[in-house]
């Protein structure tokens, strides 16, 4: 059994990425400059933006992170969103999610402009993915593709069942793991919480990607041998004996699924940090595309 490991993965991608910013500042080049927003006091999600401005700080990125209360409005947030639409200085921007309850999602997603949108959820940049068009790709599922490009786990011709339809992680990832191309050239089956006898479908599969957030969801007796597992789980589970009071805690059994897997992520440590690698990717790509 092989662990994906996302934190050296993600390591080794910033070291890239730090090469590159290297060679812009010695051309006297603007170097990428992300922005994040977000929304009220969730813990988790304070935590989220505050290791992606540290991650630019790392590869000599600049980065602005706007903090609005819990009850901003929508029309606040809007104006925010067009006010960094309209800034030159930023390249790419993001809205942490998820939002507070008085904010439609979907609505303040599609204000974003397309070329600035480096967490890949706007309809047009969806659309672009969905069609094989070069574009942002959300950087969950990117963050998977590039672990299994990097550890070159063929995908060809397997069949990949995918856990949750979320329009972060589920959604795309199926689509991204049937298109042309490595990874990809998979034939996908996409579960949720209406699917009867999942068992029945995951015990079939070569590859699971599971972005449910129920922890250790996945037992071993759901998964054949030789089976390539994801996890996308990333829940805090309370604890009392650990520091934080809190232990991240993973969709999969890990400790009994990894003794069936030919390949498994961990987690925390596995898919993650993948995400924040390639938010910053994105963000290269955005300056790219801009100048
Ligand atoms: N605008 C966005 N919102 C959210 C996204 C996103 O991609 N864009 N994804 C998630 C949260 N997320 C990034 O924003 C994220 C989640 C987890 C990690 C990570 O590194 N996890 C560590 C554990 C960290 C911990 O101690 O909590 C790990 O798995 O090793 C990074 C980013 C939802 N919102």
Redesign the pocket.
């Known amino acids: 059994m092989v662990i994906l490991d996302g934190k050296k993965v993600s390591n080794d991608i910033k070291n890239e990425i730090a090469a590159e910013v290297k060679k812009m500042k010695a051309k006297g080049e603007k170097v990428p400059h992300l922005a994040a927003i977000i929304v009220g006091n969730d813990g ?1 999600s304070l ?2 933006v505050a ?1 992606k401005v540290k991650a630019c700080e790392r590869v000599g990125f600049e980065s602005t992170m706007i903090r609005m209360s819990n009850t901003t409005s929508e029309i606040e947030l809007l104006d925010k969103i067009d006010e960094l639409n309209n800034n030159p200085d930023i390249d790419g921007f ?4 998820p939002l507070p309850k008085q904010i439609d999602t979907q609505k303040v997603l599609m204000a974003v402009d397309p070329d600035k949108d480096v ?1 890949g959820f706007h309809p047009m940049n969806f659309g672009k993915m969905a069609l094989d068009m070069s574009t942002f790709i ?3 599922p990117f963050g998977i593709l590039e672990l299994l490009d990097r550890y070159n786990v063929e995908t060809k011709g397997k069949h990949t069942v995918v856990i949750g339809r979320s329009h ?1 992680v589920g959604r795309p990832m199926s689509i991204l793991m049937g298109r042309k191309g490595f990874p990809g050239n998979s034939t996908v089956t996409v579960t949720h919480s209406h699917t009867k006898n999942i068992t029945q479908i995951t015990s079939q599969a070569d590859i699971i990607i599971s972005a449910l957030g129920v922890p250790n969801f996945l037992k071993a007796e759901m998964v054949k041998d030789d089976a390539v597992i994801i996890d996308v789980g ?1 829940t805090r589970v309370a604890d009392e004996n650990s520091p934080k009071g809190y232990v ?1 805690t993973g969709d999969v059994d890990f400790e009994n699924v990894s003794k069936k897997a030919s390949f498994i992520t961990p ?7 993948m ?2 690698a390639m938010l910053l990717k994105n963000t290269l790509l955005a300056r790219e595309l801009r100048h």
């Open positions: 988790a935590t989220y290791s993001i809205i942490q999610l967490d959300p950087a969950t972060i990333i991240i987690v925390p440590g596995g898919v993650g940090p995400t924040i």
